[in-house]
């Protein structure tokens, strides 16, 4: 497909989730039936909320996070209540 053909598609949020949707999480942890707990932040590291860096990238992707919602807000219309509890 040509590239100019793009913009007729879907425009510039054409194949993008919806961040309203989109669930912000900053880590993972699992326990196994045998009791053994395993997890990772979003950097793939031991979760370590007292590390001051990992604690500015998260308020930074946090920001981030908000400005994408708004965007997204601005162009389509604040999504409904009912609509934000679906996740992708």
Known sequence: MKKTLWSK????TFLMPDPR???FSTQF??????????GQDEYGR???E???EVKMLRKKEWDTY????????????V???KDSTIRF
Do not use: N
């Open 29 to 38: 942890v699992a326990r196994y039936a045998s009791g053994k707990v395993w």
């Open 79 to 81: 999504l409904d209540p």
């Open 21 to 23: 949707k989109v669930g």
């Open 50 to 52: 007292k590390d001051p």
């Open 9 to 12: 598609i879907g425009g510039k």
């Open 66 to 77: 908000q400005k994408a919602v708004k965007s997204w807000d601005d162009m389509f219309g």
């Open 46 to 48: 031991w979760p370590d």
